[in-house]
């Protein structure tokens, strides 16, 4: 099995923290390590590091290599234009190309799983499947809260049970949903997040690429080459050429050899700082604190996210506060979405020194 | 006409802007001069630098006679310990103890007081009044709210009215009221906030003090010298030996010999963070702003204090936010008085570089 890691992102959603050159997948929420780290990590005792691809832009060449011991350079695929994830995922479906019915799985390099070994096993079951199927495999998550920040996935008849893990075809893949929506989902219980991972044969998914995205497939195939170095690469304009498709818009939903395994692996896409306050320790009083020292009088359900800073609270609740460097965001915990308004308006007055 | 500027407070409740070495007096809360440069430059067009005495403590010495270019440095008392108003108070009065008849004010160091040209008139009504009526002249404030944080005055009878200043006798000095005390003083319209600011002649509180503190008369008396530099200065031991007591509470409230002008000077002794808020300039959302940079969205009634940071804010109201070097303070605006805690809480742990 091949691993492909997807770490082109330039998320905005944890300004202040995350900035335009240290997006998420760079950040180190958990521990001493980025999520990046941790998502290889993850992998490498299924995947060596040698079979691990990662996809990111020439911003964050120099940020990966830094930080990535066990992936050798040359697996490094340089994106020269952010183009969302299908052309990332064609890249490095190209890349592999010569390994045919070989299978690959897609991660999103700046996730949260907590269960690592269930993780893995349903990686394995996936592979078998995706091999033997010749289907695409999504790893849908099962839901535990009405959220509406995620994309959705009915699963439709069930397919085949392995290892104690159920398969499903798919029904259909659902855009966000609004909150009675999504409650509904989470009541009918057959509805799964879209994790944005997936398990596919190489093969199978240029098939799949060519028929249902022929002008990524044809733009990609024409602009990649080794280069006299021997590393794999892309033409600038055509990749900036091509349109900028989600895989799961431009494939998933359209292709008719879906599958979804239903897991249970303590999983969050971080989406934002309520997300991440949903899973760090809290104190009893709902509470999580990750800073210098701290202070608490009459504080509930905040989050306080400040490395070399003592912070005081006294009377809030329902707070996200947030200091790095040479900025503060201080929000509604039900408004962190909204975190991202900061960052556009940044950029329009051209702010650079805290973007 | 002298002026006795006391500087020696070490407040706690502008923490983490205000530190053990940069007590409130030396703050710039306003423009880019401290709150005792503006005190004295309040009043140096009515009394002259070398007519103005500080009483400070040696902690603050250095501080002091940075800062302060009007007054000359043997005109600054440095109190061995903080022993409140009275001792200090005394002390000063010593120190002119040979101008005998002649008039001293007293000012806190670190109050607002708008209406400066105004301030200065009452302040010559009082002067003269002090003179002529060997009375204790306290400047009573109109109240404008129903405040918990002050003591208050009940006027007594109609004394005297100078230039167009109404005079009255003091029925009582009432300490910090309840809400429902202080709303009733609010209505009853004849209850003044006790300012601090005092005007009498240097020897009628000199005999006052024998009267009402006759062991702080003597122990001062008994300590003081000029030493062989010239230097006005107070025995450490004796200083150290006197009991800590108000002015108010020692001498005004025993005195028979009292008077208060009620003045309207948009004064403020900036108590705390939300006293602050209630003078800085609001936008028309009722925040106040004092950062390097803002966002705002949907962020009502709250105070942003962060000279050196962008600050982000979302949905959130009646917030006092302020960071300072190494601190972050979040308080609901009505807690604001509970930030002493936090200092209470840090020297109880002994954190030196958060004090």
């Given at each position: 099995m091949y691993g492909v890691i997807?770490a082109?992102?330039?998320?905005?959603?944890?300004?202040?923290?995350?900035?335009?050159?240290?997006?998420?997948q760079f950040?180190?929420?958990?521990?001493e390590r980025t999520l990046l780290e941790d998502t290889i990590q993850r992998l490498t005792p299924l995947i060596p590091g040698e079979r691990i691809i990662i996809v990111t832009?020439?911003?964050?060449?120099?940020k990966v290599k830094e930080i990535v011991k066990d992936v050798p350079e040359e697996n490094i695929i340089?994106?020269?234009?952010?183009?969302?994830?299908?052309?990332?995922?064609?890249?490095?479906?190209?890349?592999?190309?010569?390994?045919?019915?070989?299978?690959?799985g897609?991660f999103?390099s700046?996730?949260?799983?907590?269960?690592e070994?269930?993780?893995r096993?349903?990686?394995?079951?996936?592979?078998?499947?995706?091999?033997?199927?010749?289907?695409?495999?999504?790893?849908?998550?099962?839901?535990?809260?009405?959220?509406?920040?995620?994309?959705?996935?009915?699963?439709?008849?069930?397919?085949?049970?392995?290892?104690?893990?159920?398969?499903?075809?798919?029904?259909?893949?659902?855009?966000?949903?609004?909150?009675?929506?999504?409650?509904?989902?989470?009541?009918?219980?057959?509805?799964?997040?879209?994790?944005?991972?997936?398990?596919?044969?190489?093969?199978?998914?240029?098939?799949?690429?060519?028929?249902?995205?022929?002008?990524?497939?044809?733009?990609?195939?024409?602009?990649?080459?080794?280069?006299?170095?021997?590393?794999?690469?892309?033409?600038?304009?055509?990749?900036?050429?091509?349109?900028?498709?989600?895989?799961?818009?431009?494939?998933?939903?359209?292709?008719?050899?879906?599958?979804?395994?239903?897991?249970?692996?303590?999983?969050?896409?971080?989406?934002?700082?309520?997300?991440?306050?949903?899973?760090?320790?809290?104190?009893?009083?709902?509470?999580?604190?990750?800073?210098?020292?701290?202070?608490?009088?009459?504080?509930?359900?905040?989050?306080?996210?400040?490395?070399?800073?003592?912070?005081?609270?006294?009377?809030?609740?329902?707070?996200?506060?947030?200091?790095?460097?040479?900025?503060?965001?201080?929000?509604?915990?039900?408004?962190?979405?909204?975190?991202?308004?900061?960052?556009?308006?940044?950029?329009?007055?051209?702010?650079?020194?805290?973007?």
């Amino acid at each position: 099995m091949y691993g492909v890691i997807l770490a082109g992102g330039s998320g905005t959603r944890f300004w202040p923290l995350s900035r335009k050159k240290i997006p998420k997948q760079f950040l180190k929420l958990f521990n001493e390590r980025t999520l990046l780290e941790d998502t290889i990590q993850r992998l490498t005792p299924l995947i060596p590091g040698e079979r691990i691809i990662i996809v990111t832009t020439a911003e964050y060449r120099e940020k990966v290599k830094e930080i990535v011991k066990d992936v050798p350079e040359e697996n490094i695929i340089i994106e020269p234009a952010g183009r969302n994830t299908a052309p990332a995922i064609a890249l490095a479906a190209f890349r592999l190309k010569d390994k045919k019915d070989e299978v690959m799985g897609v991660f999103p390099s700046d996730h949260l799983i907590l269960d690592e070994s269930k993780f893995r096993k349903v990686l394995n079951v996936a592979s078998d499947l995706a091999k033997s199927s010749g289907c695409l495999i999504t790893l849908g998550m099962k839901p535990d809260r009405p959220e509406t920040g995620y994309g959705y996935i009915e699963l439709g008849k069930f397919f085949d049970k392995r290892r104690d893990i159920n398969i499903f075809q798919v029904r259909r893949f659902v855009e966000k949903p609004d909150l009675r929506r999504a409650k509904l989902f989470l009541r009918r219980g057959n509805f799964m997040w879209n994790s944005g991972m997936f398990v596919w044969r190489i093969d199978v998914f240029l098939e799949e690429l060519r028929k249902h995205l022929p002008d990524i497939y044809s733009g990609i195939q024409r602009g990649v080459r080794f280069n006299k170095n021997g590393v794999f690469e892309i033409d600038s304009k055509v990749y900036q050429s091509l349109s900028g498709i989600s895989v799961d818009y431009g494939i998933m939903e359209k292709s008719d050899r879906t599958l979804v395994i239903p897991a249970d692996i303590g999983w969050s896409d971080l989406g934002s700082w309520s997300t991440l306050a949903g899973v760090l320790k809290q104190d009893e009083n709902g509470n999580v604190v990750v800073a210098d020292g701290i202070y608490m009088q009459g504080v509930k359900n905040s989050l306080f996210y400040a490395k070399d800073k003592f912070i005081a609270g006294i009377g809030i609740e329902d707070l996200v506060v947030v200091s790095s460097g040479n900025a503060i965001l201080i929000c509604k915990k039900s408004n962190s979405q909204e975190v991202r308004n900061v960052v556009e308006f940044l950029s329009r007055e051209n702010k650079e020194d805290l973007l």
